[in-house]
């Protein structure tokens, strides 16, 4: 299975794409949210040949969800009526927790991030990977195949 996982922000979308049966999730950059988002992400899509979304969906240090996790899924709303508007196809979206995964695309970078390093997405990139691996490790892929199969 091909999938595209985003690491939704305000200001950029963080992409990041795997196929399941190299298991490894690549940073693919980042889409500015100027009003072309939806856009972009529906052409990564295609051009990835995708079948599922992975959205990270944030949380706060007590597990609980917040405005941001509202905006991600009001987003995801968005992004999934566009899919069927303009793509004129059913959008698959898996949510998976992103708790701390900003902070961690940071760290991997160590002293080395600078704001370039951030206004051109790369931390964000990298999130959106971290959350893509953590579903791909902690997911029954194959009955998810099966799930989506069975829903088209």
Same mark, same amino acid.
């Given at each position: 299975?091909?999938?595209?996982?985003?690491?939704?922000?305000?200001?950029?979308?963080g992409i990041a794409f795997a196929d399941t049966k190299?298991?490894?999730?690549?940073?693919?950059?980042?889409?500015?949210?100027?009003?072309?988002?939806?856009?972009?992400?529906?052409?990564?899509?295609?051009?990835?040949?995708?079948? &599922?979304?992975?959205?990270?969906?944030?949380?706060?240090?007590?597990?609980?969800?917040?405005?941001?996790?509202?905006?991600?899924?009001?987003?995801?709303?968005? &992004?999934?009526?566009?899919?069927?508007?303009?793509?004129?196809?059913?959008?698959?979206?898996?949510?998976?927790?992103?708790?701390?995964?900003?902070?961690?695309?940071?760290?991997?970078?160590?002293?080395?991030?600078?704001? %370039?390093?951030?206004?051109?997405?790369?931390?964000d990139a990298e999130a959106a990977a971290i959350i893509?691996?953590?579903?791909?490790?902690? %997911?029954?892929?194959?009955?998810?195949?099966?799930?989506?199969?069975?829903?088209?």
């Amino acid at each position: 299975m091909r999938i595209l996982a985003l690491d939704i922000g305000v200001k950029r979308i963080g992409i990041a794409f795997a196929d399941t049966k190299v298991r490894i999730a690549i940073p693919r950059g980042m889409i500015p949210v100027d009003g072309e988002e939806l856009a972009a992400i529906a052409k990564n899509y295609r051009l990835e040949k995708a079948e &599922l979304i992975v959205a990270g969906l944030p949380r706060n240090n007590q597990g609980e969800e917040t405005q941001q996790t509202q905006y991600v899924r009001d987003f995801i709303q968005k &992004l999934q009526a566009y899919f069927a508007e303009q793509e004129k196809t059913r959008l698959f979206v898996h949510f998976q927790d992103e708790s701390l995964t900003s902070v961690v695309a940071e760290t991997r970078f160590g002293n080395n991030i600078s704001r %370039t390093d951030r206004a051109t997405g790369k931390v964000d990139a990298e999130a959106a990977a971290i959350i893509l691996q953590d579903f791909i490790e902690t %997911t029954n892929i194959e009955q998810l195949e099966e799930e989506i199969n069975g829903a088209k």
